[in-house]
Structure formats: C-alpha cells, structure tokens
C-alpha cells in the first residue's frame, strides 16, 4: 500500500463487504473506485459519468466522516432517486482524499 492510499470498506449489492486501498493522489471519487474494483456489474454504476445526473452511484455513508456539502445538483437527484436514506450520498461527489481514511459505504439497490 502507497502512502497516498486510504483504506475504505464498500459493501456491494450482494452485501458483500471489500476492504480496498483507494488511491487519493489520483482526483478520483467514489464512484471511480467502486468501477476500478469492480465491485457493481459494469453499466449500473456511474451511468452518466459523475455528473450528478443520474442516481445510480448512490450509496449510503456508514461512518462518521466530515464530507463536503452536498450541492444543489446532488440534492436535487437524491430527491428523485429511489430507496434514499437520510445517509446517501452519491459516489461521484465523494473525492478521496486523505481525510476518507477509514470511509465505510454500502451501495444502494439498482433502481
């Protein structure tokens, strides 16, 4: 593991929890690390490519960590997408950075 990396805990939609290394010296967000693993079968995840614009990277935060404010354009996708919990975030606007160390997420059902 690279000192850059951070570890983070993703539970698939299977309930299968993986325990990865995310790089934060790579701009990705979530949703970027959850294709590079592989953890959501390809075309359910991301769909609209991290625009915020479609709800399929979803996913509920599990831990306690301090994420950025949600924008206007994530809020307004949340409140149409399905199975939302006063916990979900979409993937794409959660860059990893150093403070993500230790993040736990769970991947909400496909809609």
């Known amino acids: 593991m690279n000192q850059e990396d951070v570890k983070i805990t993703i539970t698939d939609r299977d309930g299968v929890s993986h325990n990865i290394d995310a790089p934060t010296d790579m701009a990705m967000n979530l949703m970027e690390v959850v294709r590079a693993y592989e953890l959501a079968p390809e075309g359910t995840i991301g769909i609209c490519g991290g625009m915020a ?4 990277c979803q996913c509920y935060v599990k831990s306690d960590h301090k994420l950025p404010e949600m ?3 994530e809020e307004a996708m949340l409140s149409e997408a399905f199975y939302v919990k006063d916990n ?3 993937g794409c606007q959660i860059q990893i950075n150093p403070d993500m160390d230790g993040l736990e997420v ?5 809609s």
Do not use: N, T, Y
């Not at 769970?106 to 496909?110: K, S």
């Open 71 to 73: 924008q206007d354009d």
């Open 53 to 56: 614009m479609c709800a399929s």
């Open 88 to 90: 979900s975030r979409l």
């Open 106 to 110: 769970e991947l909400a059902p496909e």
